[in-house]
């Protein structure tokens, strides 16, 4: 492209709060055919509600919240902030909380008084020791609606579970619907499980989902994608969706996420929406046109 042109277009890009890096980052997005969406911040808000709190009987729901608060106190995942906000509003301080050990991906553990507490996914809960199927498979009904369920274990026992909910940001589906009328294929990825990512991508009609995707993976998943011959940008907002920015043939930022992202992307959507994607992909698409 013509420096001017460009010029031009980022110009124009920018007083729609969308800020293209550089020459390459504007060219490349034209030629985009797949992109790749992070869940949670990006199609979400990013900030979950606690929705469910459903300790096993014999459990007091007070004193499981405040076990489960305690432990979530000392993590910065945003489930963590949610569970210890809900919490609060329900009136439960948490408790007091130590030798906290949190494992990526899977969830968090720490001693509160002479209880052993760990919160988390399967992974986490197989690593405690619990193997009881039947309550495992209990998560899928609240995963089918959306909810991030998450599993709680006393003493390497099932104690009970917790729900949090993240609404979809309202412009999502409207942006996948555009991006389809432009051809290009949407596929979601994301460290929540199946049942979850499966009710949220079918809300959006997204193409195609890959769940229980560790920070690793999703940067994985970004090349295999780029060696099937697929022109990809991906769009996402955690520290943990920086590699596969950095991987894509074009990285979006959601202007709301984290600095590492945005610092990773050619792109940054200041709204931090996905209809930012489509105006920057027409954007390009013009300013491209005007060169040839
Ligand atoms: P995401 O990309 O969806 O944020 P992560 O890879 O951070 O996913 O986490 C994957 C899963 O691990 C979560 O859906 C949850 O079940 C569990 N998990 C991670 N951190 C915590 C935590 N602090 N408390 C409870 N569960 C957690
Ligand atoms: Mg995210």
Do not use: C, Y
Not at 4 to 32: C, D, F, P
Not at 206 to 227: F, G, M, T, Y
């Amino acid at each position: 492209a013509t420096p001017m042109s460009v010029m031009t277009g980022t110009g124009k890009g920018a007083q729609h709060g969308i800020l293209i890096r550089n020459a390459e980052a504007l060219e490349t997005l034209e030629k985009i055919d797949t992109l790749v969406v992070d869940k949670t911040g990006t199609l979400t808000m990013g900030k979950p509600d606690l929705v469910a709190v459903e300790p096993v009987d014999g459990i007091d729901e007070s004193e499981f919240l405040a076990a489960v608060a305690g432990v979530e106190m000392g993590s910065e995942h945003p489930l963590a902030h949610a569970i210890v906000e809900g919490a609060r509003t329900r009136g439960v301080s948490p408790g007091e909380a130590k030798d906290l050990a949190s494992t990526t991906g899977e969830g968090v553990q720490a001693a509160v008084g002479t209880l052993q507490v760990a919160i988390g996914n399967e992974k986490m809960m197989r690593r405690v020791g619990v193997e009881d199927e039947t309550w495992l498979g209990s998560a899928e009904s609240g995963r089918s609606q959306g909810h991030t369920v998450m599993f709680v274990a006393f003493d390497g026992r099932p104690a009970g579970k917790i729900a949090v909910a993240d609404p979809i940001k309202p412009t999502s589906a409207k942006a996948i619907a555009a991006l389809h009328a432009r051809d290009i294929r949407v596929v979601m990825l994301t460290g929540d499980s199946e049942g979850t990512a499966q009710a949220v991508a079918r809300e959006m009609g997204i193409d195609e989902v890959h769940a229980n995707v560790s920070p690793e993976d999703k940067h994985r998943e970004v090349e295999k994608l780029k060696s099937e011959g697929r022109r990809v940008a991906m769009a996402g907002d955690g520290i943990n969706d920086a590699p596969a920015l950095a991987a894509a043939d074009v990285g979006i930022a959601m202007g709301t996420g984290t600095d590492v992202a945005i610092e990773s992307a050619g792109v940054t959507l200041v709204r931090g929406d996905l209809t930012g994607v489509v105006q920057a992909i027409v954007l390009s698409r013009a300013t491209m046109r005007n060169i040839r």
